[in-house]
């Protein structure tokens, strides 16, 4: 049979700059479910976070703040507190709106996952939602019943950063995703402790240095 050049079978995501989190998570392996405490964040995810900070992603830095992929950036929004940049993933064809992924990176730098978010963030995240739904509606005609807005945990970068893909779209690769919408009603009723005082069970792979490093050894 004729192979219909216009039409390829296969389908090649191209990473670049691709770190060594980014190999780890595409290799074939297996998971493990993990129950992460309060307790264990503190001792075990804490200081993984502090090293997966600085120079590690600086890729994210030099978009926000060097121009990178400027010709990508759908919304830009300077402002140090409440700004951030919204461009499409690498994982978009930017044609089919059905397979639509856009990520929002914020400005400041004092979240580095759900776990940092509070109460007092419900405004800024409400905020958020507006400005991305609006800048979808208005270049792509998307209603915000079709689109979903979650947050993944374990992301695979420790910048807060908000995930954004048409309905139909399946998504993978997340151990833990919650919609945006699901996150403000529950921060309503966590109060300033936000998910500091949560327990979060989800899954990690077994080449992860969390699990390597840390939540193996407390078996």
């Known amino acids: 049979m004729a192979q219909n050049l216009d039409r390829p079978a296969t389908k090649i995501n191209i990473i670049y700059p691709a770190t060594e989190t980014h190999i ?3 290799r074939q392996q297996k998971k493990r479910v993990v129950l992460e405490t309060p307790e264990l964040y503190q001792k075990i995810v804490v200081p993984y976070i502090n090293s997966m900070k600085g120079d590690r992603i600086k890729w994210v830095y030099n978009i926000l703040h060097e121009g990178y992929e400027a010709d990508r950036v759908l919304l830009r929004d300077d402002d140090p507190v409440n700004g951030f940049v919204l461009l499409p993933d690498l994982k978009w064809d930017l044609v089919s709106l059905s397979s639509l992924y856009f990520v929002a990176i914020v400005m400041r ?3 580095s996952s759900l776990r940092d978010l509070n109460s007092s963030h419900i405004p800024y995240l409400k905020l958020l939602r507006e400005q991305i739904l609006t800048a979808l509606k208005d270049n792509y005609g998307l209603d915000s019943s079709q689109l ?3 947050i993944h945990y374990q992301p695979s970068y420790y910048h807060f950063h908000i995930h954004v893909t048409h309905i139909d779209l399946e998504r993978r690769g997340s151990s833990f995703s919650v919609l945006l919408d699901n996150v403000i009603d529950q921060l309503q009723f966590l109060g300033p402790q936000g998910f500091l005082q949560s327990t979060f069970s989800y899954f990690i792979k077994e ?3 969390l ?3 840390g939540f193996a ?3």
Request: aromatic share 16%; glycine share 0%; no cysteine.
């Open 148 to 150: 979903l807005l979650y």
């Open 109 to 111: 730098n004092d979240i």
């Open 217 to 219: 050894l407390e078996k």
């Open 24 to 26: 780890k998570k595409y």
């Open 207 to 209: 080449n992860h240095d």
């Open 211 to 213: 699990w390597a490093k």
